[in-house]
């Protein structure tokens, strides 16, 4: 399968109800002669930026513009697994602006029209001058070890038979490491120590970065929230439930690190 991210001078991120149109015969971003086309049916456009000597776009079509039988809509969590070793990041991005546009055509204080300002993505409102940037929302993720096991839980929400590790939204306040403190507490009720940062992914369902983190268990016994886990329990690295489905998430990254018993290097102590 050819890397979507093909060489040429333009390529575009485009999205079409919620779906990103690739080439069919090689799931490659179309570039400039390849949207021609279809172009003046885009809702809205901008400029990503330039990597590699490639200029990126991104525009979302209308959505009833049929599309011509050489393309195809992959749906944004199937389409970004292509890109997981070459511009995740990217497609992330141009999903978001796209978003941010569509999202923010009013003031969210007075109702009045917002303006997009110019090389920036920022749209001002015309009469309040209230600002609005696309959205990040800082979550966190963590890994609980005890000795060869790890913490795993479900959430009533999570396809049948599927067990993830435990995560949710830092709240307004809170420093990040206190966050993953009380996610923790408030899911299964226990105590965490040696809180170690692992890494970052921005996750767009809809708009996280996931902060990563390990730890080991320190105390207590496993109370669940009921609002929030179905059920949860140690699982031994060679006996886990079932993973969450997409490779692509830092949730099995995580997971697939500690299978294979590979340390961080150098991380950073946190508590
Ligand atoms: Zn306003």
Known sequence: MALPLQQSQACWFIFQNDSLLLLMKNNALLNDMESASIAPYFLRQFKLGCFDHVDYYCAELGSETPISDTLHALPLRQALSLFIN?????????????????NHQFCSRCGCVTVHQAKVFERRCMSCKLSFFPRISPSIIVLIKRDDHILMARSSHFPQ????????????????????????????????????YWGSQPWPFPDSLMLAFTADYASGDIIMDPNEIEDAGWYKHDNLPGLPSTAISIAMKLIDE???EIMPSHPARLD
């Open 161 to 196: 038979g599927v067990y993830g590790l435990i995560a949710g939204f830092v709240d307004v306040g809170e420093s990040i490491e206190d966050a993953v403190h009380r996610e923790v507490k408030e899911e299964v009720g226990l105590q965490i120590k040696n809180l170690l």
């Open 258 to 260: 500690f299978i294979n």
């Open 86 to 102: 070459d511009g995740y990041g990217l497609a992330v991005k141009a999903w978001s602006i796209i978003n941010w546009d569509k």
